[in-house]
């Protein structure tokens, strides 16, 4: 049974709840996906992955019936390819803060003419159950996405640049950095007002643009904010936080007087 | 900083709350043990791990400042000294149904004249900080503890005999296969009032003979009862229940209408 | 969506071919099981596995679509259990050369009351996508197959009291260590035609007691031969002769004048 | 006994054929040695390796007495330099575009005076049996081997340029990224006439400037057309093929009526 | 080029050193084996391996020309059968106290007519360099060495019995045990006058019998003592020791005032 | 307890010798830690490690109470911030050969305003026993060291430009580069006079702009000389060399006359 990918999901629900893992365990993975999120998000740049980790995590999370999307180090786009070698739906690249960097992106995620992705994609194929090559080929540009991050004051300058690269389908906004970057490294914030009110304008930019937005919640309460305030791709959390919140709070009944 | 060994944590604190990890990475070990438990077992009888990732999962949780209990497979007391070798506070051995069973389990893991361990403690050592090959073989047969798991019509019976055999720290009581044995396979519920009054028993039989008493608790309020009737070492949960509680708390937080 | 189990497919299809497999990859075993396998053997007698292996190969097996089936090491009962746990839909025992064995390999693959199989099916229930506890230990002991290997001159003088142990759902016979026993060492040659005259009374003594038998070949005419003879269960070959025989197939014809 | 490089097979031979190794499991790799290839390719750009995997890989396929080749995902000369020291005989960049690319791509791979590969080869010295620093220092650029991928329109119309550049000692072509290219996304067919009459020119170019040229295929048939047009290195099928063919064959033997 | 066996060095070399391995990376193993041992032990019962580390151990001892040992955990009699599928040479069983003991170790590691292995050796053919299964048949039982280790009171109290096993080669004294049972528990000393003059004599009556000895050295010291003494096989420190001891070295003469 | 960072050891104790450790084992690191060097460095450009293998070390090194520093692949200033982010104490880049290389590499491992190292340090919180993000956030740029390696004829012309570049708060210099980068290919010897000279001059430029100054020395009597000649942090030999030396060692007293 195929896996659906994110952007069928996007269609279908209209948005989505990703989960976010750093640990380099595919049972981790697959039980964020049991857990009812929509989709997860394998983080290899502020996470704990090799490409292996990546690899196993994405079939772990195919068994558990939803897609993977993997975040990948800054500029290792040879790593946003082989990410959707292994059959990842969807990559994020951080630190996208030019129109050429968005080029480099979409040259590495889209295969001609819009990009130069390079041909291999035997373990897309299983995961998606894929029939053959040239189906695969001809469709893989409009069914796996492609995220730029936008999280820096040049990247906020550069957006409608980046926005008109073809190949960037989504943006996705990293508050944290967003708040360092607003302040000059004063903070990480963000909910800080200042930056809630860029993010809120390059929501607005994006979708006018045609293109899809994730953002990223460190709290449940964040997340329904964003949902209301119309992201499309709303990560929540991270593997660590489930493990401490869901331990924390049985211990805290445990402990309870 | 040498770790506390579980014993000392039972002296200290009368009574701990252990986290019981199946999976088989280090990171997620080393979490439950951030999040606030006394302690944290490594089950190798219905988790997920290799002698490898127990090894790991000890040096992880002890980087987090805890002790580390490890759970055997079945009869696997070859394995109960390897990882007392690995540097685990404690044992617990699954279905010890009689005094044999129990003295091969102490055989095991109790050095002469208590028992036959063999000589190789370079990493407990490590994680202990012992400084002395003799003086860790004085004190290793009181410092560590191994727990005897009550789970069967069979070890019900022999009880006084398992509580007599030398070098029988502690039992530990397996609630579900427990409540699958008084029901002959009929049902799995470990709060079922017989196998509460069953257990009861065991609990004061066992304080009787001078010895610690674990049980596992699946829920907060479960764990808050079993303290209130006096167990020693309660487990709580699981890393897969941990991950999908918090997880599931913070979706509905953010599905919340 | 679940799996099928391996008896689900024995009662639809009359008699299944299996893989086999000794590499320690998940990759391996997915790749067999994507072949047209009817299931997929994992082998931790004579392969290479780890206890961790075995999980992750059951995963991949499971993402294919197909029943995953785990031969222990000899002796190892405990591994049964844990292999049931991790979702295994039969287990193969080797060397069953008594009664007694074969009730030490039902207690640890049967719950109660045939058995003693300890609770812990965490893992199983996903791969299965069971739904609750109760009704996970009510089917398992019939959903899941035990079989236990005929392969010395003990067992099979032991056969009769072998099948009627309850909990043996199958045996399964170990046609090169027969021949070695029947030979006393003198040489390894399944097709003997002393062994397969043994091997056809085991079959037809085993299908007379109403259980099913299982058989190795290693190559496809041996298979067909064995499913022409009413064997229920047939596993062909090996990861490594499917390897080395595509590949020296590939070759030939690279190299062919 | 050091294993042969990839030049002195070469030399040895007048061409070679290669095993192609996506699965990061050392025994798959060993195994295609085994099998008869003259050497064993792992690939990381399209395979499923950690740099890990390909360190172990190379040893593997060192004990089945074969060199190893490796190819590295885009753009990452640093990986080729690490390939190196991991004791690779020969690497194979893909997607080299244009002059530049295969400076830098000599650059990493080549000890001044030709480029700037850094010092540090301790494992590539205990894999090829060298005997002291200074001698291997002197050997180094000579016994590895550099292939420059050419598989888009640019690398075909820099093509002379790109085998000016010292240290390229080789190309590769990629046929199924060429045949996208050359279709400009429209197909991926390897054995389309224009990409075999492009693949051709190239080859006959690369001879003129005295270097050798490599060429992937799918089937035995593929790489006997391609021995015979004077291809020198010619890589055949992969892992995954090579496993689902043995298996395939041997299913269809068992199963024939 | 096939490895040779451990018994074709006993009979070239008189005696040989042995290193011990207790971490579960291939590449310590390979390096103590290039640093000058005549062969590599890795020791599974106070070690940190996992089956597939003694596996890729085995592999890594090979690449470097030498033969792998594998003592195996107590009582693990079907790990001795796994190991010596693995490619061991020779198998070191700790804790052999009667002549039942010795019988199930010569079960496990002798095919018939003297024991009971069973059939399996894919991988140990590789590393031998085995051309036909008859033939490593054939020669498997006499190729390949048991050690039972004597280490208790009553291991030593039944020498001559253990002697006499068919099967059982070799004896190897474990001096730390044997120290602690002979001052029962009170302390652990190899080089006690008491332990030294009990391991003579096991020496002399088992070089009696036409046995094997080994023993376990700390030091160079006691390993060249031990050589002196006429034991056949002399194990000599272990990984951590030589990788603290050859960095203590060059630490102090860095910091060498 | 925290592990001290690599800079309050500097402060501390004036100079440190450093461990360096090329096999991706955390348990080799551990030992190194605990043989008495001051850090540990964990070698990802010639030695042969993942990032995980890198994540696992520095939590192993940690576990023995000293910090870890990592080197990185060339140009790889991804990873620069990944190690950060799992708990690096120092950041060593080799070949940075121009002010542009430095700008990159400060880039990646400072923070605004110095930098753009992107926010996530959730791992690095734990090791260094951090309280809350600002608080990291504010300290970490001052904490956290960026060696930048000067091993290039370009490098040294370069010295004073990348001294200036704001977040280089030291050089390393790589000795055997320089040496095959000063004789164009000619040798590798580190202790080459004209190498000596040209490093003392590094060192001077340096401390008279600020900067600390690593070096890399490959025997005692090396790290002495260049603790003697003012270095501040002198890394020593590698596990190969601390292992095989050891075992040298011991077989030499074995073996003597
Ligand atoms: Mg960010
Ligand atoms: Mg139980
Ligand atoms: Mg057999
Ligand atoms: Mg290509
Ligand atoms: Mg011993
Ligand atoms: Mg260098």
Chains 1, 2, 3, 4, 5, 6 share one sequence.
Request: hydrophobic share 50%; glycine share 10%; aromatic share 6%.
């Amino acid at each position: 049974m195929p896996v659906p990918s994110l952007i069928a999901l996007l269609r279908a629900r209209g948005s989505v709840l990703s989960s976010w893992i750093a640990m380099p365990e595919p049972l981790v993975a697959e039980s964020a996906a049991r857990a009812g999120f929509d989709c997860v998000t394998l983080d290899m740049q502020h996470g704990l992955h090799d490409p292996v980790s990546i690899m196993r995590g994405i079939g772990a999370v195919a068994l558990a019936g939803v897609p993977a999307i993997v975040r990948v180090p800054v500029g290792d786009f040879a790593m946003a390819s082989r990410a959707l070698d292994m059959g990842a739906s969807a990559i994020i690249a951080p630190m996208i803060n030019s129109a050429a960097d968005a080029e480099a992106l979409a040259r590495a995620t889209k295969y001609p003419p819009i990009g130069e992705r390079s041909w291999g994609p035997v373990r897309a194929m299983q995961i998606a159950g894929a029939t053959g090559g040239n189906a695969y080929l001809q469709g893989a540009n409009a069914e796996t996405l492609t995220f730029a991050m936008i999280e820096t004051r040049a990247a906020v300058a550069a957006l409608d640049e980046i926005l008109a690269v073809p190949g960037i389908d989504a943006i996705f906004i990293g508050p944290s950095d967003l708040s360092i970057a607003l302040s000059r490294g004063g903070h990480v914030d963000p909910m800080d007002a200042e930056n809630q009110a860029v993010a809120s304008d390059l929501l607005a930019r994006a979708h006018a643009a045609g293109k899809y937005v994730g953002m990223f919640a460190l709290t449940g309460a964040q997340a329904k904010l964003y949902l209301g305030l119309g992201y499309d791709f709303v990560a929540l959390g991270s593997d660590d936080m489930y493990l401490q919140a869901g331990a924390a709070s049985m211990l805290a009944e445990a402990r309870a007087k």
